[in-house]
């Protein structure tokens, strides 16, 4: 024992911290381990007294990327087959080697064992693994079976609410409307997801159900209006094709003193839409303030438009310039957990791994500066 410990400390670093064991009261130097497994395990049979050393160092190796001399060890590790540390627990390590060298078929092999074997605890890490690889490939109708039988892991209902999503959009054009909306319906219900919303406002639409999907867009802006961006184009879209402009702007000016997004305004400006005067003629306050911000074209070019020519002319030199400030230029898409910025909306963040947590960053600002006013 205390031989193997002397070896183990010139190998193993300092800042190393085993699972179950801390290493660093032997203040290892570890520079580079070549040695064989079995040689090891054959010098110094794997016992109750140096257990917890043989787990530190498979981690050890894991974390080096020595997946194969990780896996040796753990498996000389469930060969031993000492007290305390069952076959699962073993298997689960092993299946995590699998996992890190990037052989998720065979990760998934073991995992399966481990989830049917395992005590509650085990079967919990095996089940968020098996799903972390379910999802890298992208496997969702799977992923999304083993947590409607295993239960919700992680960012709770929002995951799962995603999964769902992510084989809604990979089979969309295989199953039929009904099995789509089955699928989209469960998201839904989960209640967390403003993604499962849009998408089940784009189903609708597509099986021609404009009434239904404006009303799936209202739902979703009148619990989160910072999705103004995204589902502003559909629903004005949905509008015009339904006839419902009027109350579709009708809502957006409600909508406007809730949420005063430009984006809001720009579309109420619209000569299109303001063959319905009462619902424009009191805005002019409200672009005299959005003037000042900078943020869009259509609020500058409605202003000019009532300037005399003397005023134009005079501006109409500084557009370049302002056009850079413009939305369509500037925006882009904020994680609000972790910072990561994105010119494309995506759902899941690259970066923190979280879903839902990218946001238009000037919607975003839009809520502070009222937060910070109330
Ligand atoms: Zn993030």
Known sequence: MSKLLS????????????????????????????????????????????????FALAELFRRRGEFDKAVSVHEALAKANLEGHSLSEITLEIAQDYYAAGVLGHAEELLVRALEDADEGLSRQAFRLWLAILESEQDWQRAVELVEQYGIAGSGGLRLANLYCEYVQQVRRQKSASALNKIIRKASRLGVSARAEMLAAELATEQNQLGLAISIYRELLLKDPRRINLVLVPMRHLSTVHGSLDSFSRFMKQLYRRHPSVRILDVLLDQNLTSNQTLTDDLDTDVEKQLQEGDSESVLQYWLAKQPSVVKESILPLMPALKKNFLDSADDHLCIECGFHSEKMVWLCPQCGSWETLYSRYELKIEQKLKKAT
Do not use: A, C, M
Request: aromatic share 18%; glycine share 4%.
């Open 7 to 54: 070896i183990l400390k010139r190998y193993i670093p300092e800042r190393f911290r085993g699972r179950r064991f801390l290493l660093d009261q032997y203040h290892f130097d570890l520079t580079s381990f070549e040695g064989d497994v079995s040689d090891w395990v054959n010098k110094f049979p794997i016992s109750q007294q140096n257990v917890e050393i043989y």
